[in-house]
């Protein structure tokens, strides 16, 4: 894990692009009608109009309306990862060193969406082996887990989500998360995705609960403690 820790602003960079260019499968432009432009070219444009009529596609091709619940999915796990980036924004301006970890996990949160936007009873095998979600990044969020805990004094009370900017954003996104993880444990469970998948959401609010109170104690904020109302 030390080698996360190198350059980390440069780590979100390549992390990014590899993930965009080497594996071509974030869901955010799965369409496959989209083409990069040649030199001297401009870009697609940002709109495509497919979606007017209020359908979109999966990655597989498939036409569904946008309130079916992979796509409500989708639009979690990537409000999910707009909250993780502002907490980062806010982490950054106090310093702190586990920024990279927060990089890291919004690289995977496109994979996560890349999984679910993939949905088995439509894919075939090529689609099913470029959207495989595996155990490692749960693996990733135990040890970030356990070396955070390490650092941090024992929880004897129910916490409120505060302790400065950080942590609250942080809480925030904690939040987001059980909301994604709510949203795709029945796809899930109806065999549409891999079952790490929601088992990386489940673990991912675990750490940014502790990853909150970690910010709270670096920066010298005081947690609210929940007192029962008088």
Not at 29 to 38: E, K, L
Not at 50 to 72: A, L, N, Q, V, W
Not at 123 to 132: G, N, V
Not at 200 to 215: E, Q
Request: net charge positive.
């Amino acid at each position: 894990m030390t080698s996360m820790m190198i350059k980390p602003v440069h780590l979100r960079c390549v992390v990014r692009v590899c993930r965009l260019v080497s594996r071509h499968r974030t869901w955010i432009t799965s369409c496959s009608d989209r083409s990069f432009a040649t030199e001297g070219e401009k870009g697609p444009k940002i709109y495509t109009k497919t979606g007017d009529k209020g359908f979109s596609s999966t990655f597989t091709g498939e036409r569904r309306p946008k309130e079916d619940h992979i796509f409500e999915a989708l639009g979690n796990t990537d409000e999910l990862s707009s909250a993780i980036g502002l907490a980062r924004e806010f982490c950054l301006d106090k310093g702190h060193t586990f920024t990279h970890q927060l990089d890291k996990i919004q690289c995977i949160l496109q994979d996560v969406g890349s999984n679910i936007a993939t949905p088995r009873s439509s894919a075939r095998e090529a689609h099913i082996k470029r959207t495989k979600f595996t155990a490692q990044p749960i693996a990733d969020l135990e040890i970030w887990i356990d070396e955070l805990t390490e650092e941090l004094p024992p929880l004897t009370n129910f916490i409120l989500p505060s302790g400065g900017k950080s942590s609250a954003a942080l809480h925030l996104a904690r939040t987001v998360c059980r909301r994604t993880e709510r949203s795709v444990a029945p796809i899930v469970r109806s065999g549409e995705a891999d079952p790490d998948v929601a088992k990386f959401l489940n673990r991912l609010s675990d750490y940014l609960f502790t990853v909150a109170r970690h910010a709270a104690m670096k920066e010298g904020k005081e947690e609210t403690i929940y007192k029962r109302p008088q």
